[in-house]
């Protein structure tokens, strides 16, 4: 079957660091990826998603970077703060079938712990 | 609005017991799902709905019973709880049309003893 992983399970980086948190994908029809964050005790939280006809796309301090050669993906996070200590998953997006959106299969990471040292 | 609420935060269980967990979304999302988070383990679909009164079976539905009679409700049913469901669930819903992310509630943690 198909399946997205972590390259790091765990990341330490210093207050005012840039964090990169990767993630491979195995199915090169994935055609839309997700990151969320999640913290402890609450639902994964949308952070950034990116279609497969782009490499880049960027938001409010997170750029996400999609490389389809190697079927890699990347969370970039610039100047990570505290309240950016966290889980977060990468998710693929699998679409099949005709119509509505309907036909997709989503599937989820097992996540990287950001632990962010003031 | 509120998102996604799903009651209740926590619950604790006997075996053989049944209960229902409760979903609602005020953002009128067609399509619902429930997930189950397990430690070392990637979020797994239980059962999804692409709109109300259908509903489908994701990849580890067995034990678990769902139905959609409005667009804001998708209670998730257990029918004769078993320590292997021990687990955290998170209820999500999302617009229709491709590439649109699922918005997650806070879970419910649930233990069956």
């Known amino acids: 079957g198909e399946s997205v992983g972590l390259h790091l399970p765990t990341l330490s980086v210093q207050e005012g660091d840039n964090s990169i948190i990767n993630c491979a994908y195995s199915n090169s029809a994935s055609d839309y990826f997700i990151w969320y964050k999640q913290e402890s005790g609450k639902g994964p939280q949308f952070i950034i998603d990116?279609?497969?006809?782009?490499d880049k796309r960027q938001g409010q301090r997170v750029t996400v970077l999609l490389n389809k050669t190697v079927k890699h993906l990347s969370l970039q996070i610039a100047a990570t703060q505290p309240g950016d200590s966290a889980v977060y998953f990468c998710?693929?997006?699998?679409?099949?079938?005709?119509?509505?959106?309907?036909?997709?299969?989503?599937?989820f990471g097992k996540g990287t712990l950001l632990t962010v040292n003031p | 609005n509120a998102g996604v609420t799903q009651t209740p935060k926590f619950q604790v269980l006997k075996t053989g017991q049944s209960m229902t967990l409760q979903c609602a979304q005020d953002?009128?999302?067609?399509?619902m799902s429930w997930y189950r988070q397990d430690p070392g383990m990637g979020l797994r679909l239980i059962h999804y709905?692409?709109?109300?009164?259908?509903?489908d079976q994701g990849e580890v539905p067995n034990g678990y019973n769902v139905s959609r009679s409005t667009t804001e409700d998708f209670p998730l049913r257990l029918l004769s709880a078993a320590p292997s469901q021990t687990s955290v669930y998170f209820c999500a819903s999302r617009p229709t049309g491709i590439n649109q992310p699922q918005h997650f509630g806070d879970g419910t943690r649930l233990s069956i003893l």
């Open positions: 990116i279609r497969s006809n782009m």
């Open positions: 953002m009128n999302h067609e399509y």
């Open positions: 709905s692409v709109g109300a009164g259908i509903t």
């Open positions: 998710a693929e997006n699998l679409f099949y079938g005709s119509g509505g959106g309907s036909n997709y299969k989503l599937t």
